[in-house]
Nanobody, 128 residues
Framework: QVQLVESGGGLVQVGGSLRLSCAVS??????????MAWFRQAPGKEYEFVAT????????DYADSVKGRFTISRDNVKNVIYLQMNSLKPEDTAVYYC???????????????????WGRGTQVTVSS
């Protein structure tokens, strides 16, 4: 059974930083064919794409709202996905979800429905 376990969320002040981690295990196929992404959902809002990375090659893509502030990375040995979040804003407050998608296309997926595996989420709250 696929397991995606997020950690690292919490309460931070505006302008602060947090690093989220996602421990990945039991992917059914070679991890080299997976895209790993972070989505978020603020109260009363839809899920929003944040960032994605190719598990093996390291190519990444970001939502415009976080580009230049957030960095997604992965540790292929530890099987962990990270999201470094800097210069946090109140609008970054949300539950952040780690997700996985089987992907054979050169372009990294950005739509929620393309990601079959989801963690339970970790809360990030940015106070002003």
């Amino acid at each position: 059974q696929v397991q995606l376990v997020e950690s690292g969320g919490g309460l931070v002040q505006v302008g602060g930083s947090l690093r989220l981690s996602c421990a990945v295990s039991q992917l059914p196929y070679s991890k080299s064919n997976y895209a790993m992404a972070w989505f978020r959902q603020a109260p009363g809002k839809e899920y929003e794409f944040v960032a994605t990375i190719n598990f093996e090659g390291g190519d990444a893509d970001y939502a415009d709202s976080v580009k230049g502030r957030f960095t997604i990375s992965r540790d292929n040995v530890k099987n962990v996905i990270y999201l470094q979040m800097n210069s946090l804003k109140p609008e970054d407050t949300a539950v952040y979800y780690c997700t996985a998608a089987w992907n054979l296309l050169p372009q990294l997926p950005r739509r929620r429905e393309q990601y079959a595996y989801w963690g339970r989420g970790t809360q990030v709250t940015v106070s002003s």
